[in-house]
């Protein structure tokens, strides 16, 4: 990797990480923020989280053509002014239209971030680098998002709105900062690729999509996402945190310590587990975050079954988000680098697009189910439920690993000191020969 790479990466990092940290000041006390600070009822605060979901499954189909047509660093720019828009008037609007209307655009613009700033993480990263640099970016925005709602919390007032105001103001301003921080990112050229991938604008756009649905490795890798976040993220929320306060008799204050647990464990497990698994296949790790999380669920479960009344149900459930956090550390270098390695050059944008696309159905899906099966008051099915899929994610990441190539499985096997080549898959083939990212 350049310097010209290297100093580039550092600054998309930091940008990151302090819309992180804004985001930490406003995401945590937004139902409370809308349903009682502003008055507007906790259906309208239901409606507010939808609405971030509505919004990214609108403008995800068509973010990833806009990616590799005009690249990801004025995308990114768009998104950041976007969020910074839609975070102020949240803060600004007290009726439920302009609510809504504006968690429409935050959502819109946050969901266009996410496969624009892993575009540019790709274009300035190599093969041999890119799991170190996705991890760096969950590392960094773990660590922004947990600093920022603890200072939220402090700064946090119930009694008045104009106390949220300035939390949203601030949240504005971190996304503006990003915004500015990736339009200073200055890049010789977009990666250089060679290989049979299509380069024609037909490809890039409307056909783009019926490559990728061509492309049997990453419609695994889709399914695979959509049950990971399912199992995992779609429930904190949602099920897990009802089972927590309605089963195990865990206090409000104390699932505030669970979410704690998890952010800890991301932070302080990061790179540790990184350089455990950076030299392993990356589909065998996710298979052992399946059997990480099948622990996470059968020990939760567990905190209505074991003697020893809260005590042991509040621990029960702190273990669990801390393993659920470990497996989260797993997935980080792993994930999102196989989708780019999978990606040809000029649909890098597309793939980022659909993959972020299927985590959002997945945390619009997965909080249904388990609100659902909470209400009905189904948690042993729930539990068991959770269980099976985390179990099929081991399963379905085995079967994705006989798809890859070794390179795609593992970057890393490359002889010490020689240049990584980036492996790539045409579409619709099982593995493509290797090339070699530049910029």
């Not at 497990?269 to 350089?275: D, I, M, P, S, Y």
């Not at 096997?413 to 492996?423: D, F």
């Amino acid at each position: 990797m350049t310097t010209a790479m290297g100093a580039a990466l550092r600054r998309i990092q930091l940008g990151n990480a302090l819309s992180a940290f804004g985001n930490g000041f406003t995401v945590p006390f937004l139902f409370v923020y809308v349903a009682q600070v502003r008055d507007l009822g906790a259906d309208t605060a239901g409606l507010v989280l939808a609405m971030f979901a509505v919004a990214a499954l609108v403008v995800l189909p068509f973010t990833g053509r806009v990616i590799d047509r005009r690249g990801p660093l004025s995308v990114a720019v768009v998104g950041a002014v976007a969020s910074a828009v839609g975070s102020l008037g949240l803060g600004l609007a007290a009726s439920e239209p302009l609510v809504l209307a504006a968690a429409g655009v935050l959502g819109a613009g946050m969901a266009v971030i996410q496969p624009a700033l892993a575009t540019l993480i790709v274009w300035c990263s190599t093969p041999a680098t890119r799991s170190r640099a996705f991890a760096t970016q969950f590392f960094l925005s773990n660590l922004g998002l947990g600093v920022g709602g603890l200072l939220g919390g402090l700064l946090v007032d119930t009694s008045s709105p104009a106390g949220f105001v300035r939390l949203f103001a601030i949240d504005a301003v971190m996304f503006l900062v990003l915004g500015a921080t990736v339009a200073t990112v200055r890049l010789a050229k977009g990666p250089a690729l060679d290989g049979a991938v299509p380069t024609d604008a037909s490809a890039a756009g409307a056909g783009g999509w019926r490559a990728l649905l061509g492309h049997r490795a990453m419609v695994q890798l889709c399914v695979l996402g959509f049950v990971l976040f399912f199992a995992c993220y779609g429930q904190f929320e949602s099920g897990l945190s009802a089972f927590a306060v309605d089963v195990a008799r865990v206090s409000p204050a104390m699932l505030g310590l669970a979410l704690a647990a998890n952010t800890a464990a991301i932070v302080l497990a990061q790179f540790v587990v990184l350089k455990l698994v950076e030299r392993r296949r990356r589909s065998r790790v996710i298979a052992v975050v399946g059997l990480v999380w099948t622990v996470a669920w059968a020990v939760a479960g567990s905190a209505a079954l074991v003697p020893g009344g809260q005590a042991m149900g509040t621990a029960a459930i702190v273990s669990a988000y801390a393993l659920f956090g470990l497996g989260e550390a797993m997935l980080s270098p792993t994930v999102a680098p196989l989708v780019a390695d999978l990606a040809p050059s000029s649909l890098l944008g597309q793939y980022n697009a659909a993959f972020s696309l299927v985590k959002q159905l997945a945390l619009a899906v997965g909080p249904a189910v388990g609100g659902l099966m909470a209400g009905a008051g189904a948690y042993g099915a729930y539990i068991a439920m959770l269980i099976v899929c985390s179990l099929g994610v081991s399963v379905l990441s085995l079967r994705l690993g006989r798809r890859l190539s070794a390179r795609q499985d593992n970057p890393l096997r490359g002889a010490a000191g020689a240049p990584v080549p980036a492996p790539r898959s045409a579409p619709g083939s099982e593995s493509s020969a290797p090339v070699t990212t530049a910029v």
